[in-house]
């Protein structure tokens, strides 16, 4: 507590010393306050950017693409998996592709979250098609014994276009 009575964060670091022939424990009290709310902002820029990276980009009637973009941890991964389905839903998609060529680090709890979203999208009638793997994603996925035989996968979302009967006017 503060001299006021409010509530504060601390730190406190003990450490033992000798006084003359005695022993004792020199204690240092450091206020976080100023430090927890700055991670508590950076927590909710990061929370934003996330709900950012799970936007379905509509492309035409009942066809969007989900970009993945950037380094994907566990958490940024389970937050797709309960958004997309509902985000699915709400934009009346019946064929969306996962575009996964911009993702360059994965773990494998992360590619199991990722591929989870594919069975999910299977499950609500939603036809998937992934786009981008990198030869080390294709692996992990091998490797974790997750079956794509079902799924449709293109090198490109112009491949999976163009499969969609959509082509350019040029």
Known sequence: F????????VELYCHP???G??????TYV?????????????KEII?????????????LEGIAVLPLVGSIDEERA?????????K??????NCLIIDFSGIYTLNSIVTEHLFKINSVMSLLGVQCILTGL??????????????????????TVKNALHFLGITSSK
Do not use: H
């Open 47 to 59: 929370k934003q950017i996330n709900e950012l990276s799970t936007t379905l980009v509509p492309l």
């Open 134 to 155: 990198r030869p080390e994603l294709s692996r992990s996925a091998v490797q974790l014994g997750i079956n794509l035989d079902s799924t449709r996968t293109m090198a």
């Open 17 to 19: 010393l000798l006084l």
């Open 21 to 26: 022939d005695k022993k004792v424990i020199q």
């Open 30 to 42: 450091r206020d976080i306050t100023v430090k927890k709310e700055s991670e508590t902002r950076q």
């Open 88 to 93: 699915v839903q709400t934009q009346n998609v």
């Open 78 to 86: 389970n937050q797709l998996l309960m958004a997309v389905p509902v």
């Open 2 to 9: 503060r001299l006021d009575g409010t509530t504060v964060d």
